[in-house]
């Protein structure tokens, strides 16, 4: 069994930056993809993020290029994703989710494993 743990949300400022983390219990990661999911009031959940625990690729959605970054600490078994330069449209429960294999789906329906979510929240 596979648990995540996020954290690192909260409110800030639209230009500002925020970290989010995501811890990985349960098992190891070598063949795993982790990604980040979020959903807005009222919205669908929406890929934000992907990557290749073994390797590091990575696949990012147009909305967030450019402004935020994916990236995976091995010894800690930890994801991250640094939020630079927030938009009030970036509010939303940031959700971290993994699945077994290498292919970076972004559809959320190919994820088997889900953290309780962490709210981000850009006042403009």
């Known amino acids: 069994q596979v648990q995540l743990v996020e954290s690192g949300g909260g409110l800030v400022q639209a230009g500002g930056s925020l970290r989010l983390s995501c811890a990985a219990s349960?098992?190891?990661?070598?063949?795993?993809?982790m990604s980040w999911f979020r959903q807005a009031p009222g919205k669908e959940r929406e890929f934000v993020a992907a990557?290749?625990?073994?390797?590091?690729?990575?696949s990012y959605a147009d909305s967030v290029k450019g402004r935020f970054t994916i990236s995976r600490d091995n010894a800690k078994k930890t994801v991250y994703l640094q939020m630079n330069g927030l938009k009030p449209e970036d509010t939303a429960v940031y959700y971290c989710?993994?699945?077994?294999?290498?292919?970076?789906?972004?559809?959320?329906?190919?994820?088997?494993?889900w953290g309780q979510g962490t709210q981000v929240t850009v006042s403009s």
């Open positions: 990557i290749r625990w073994s390797g590091g690729s990575t």
């Open positions: 349960g098992r190891t990661f070598i063949s795993y993809v």
């Open positions: 989710a993994a699945r077994g294999g290498s292919y970076l789906y972004i559809n959320s329906g190919e994820y088997d494993y």
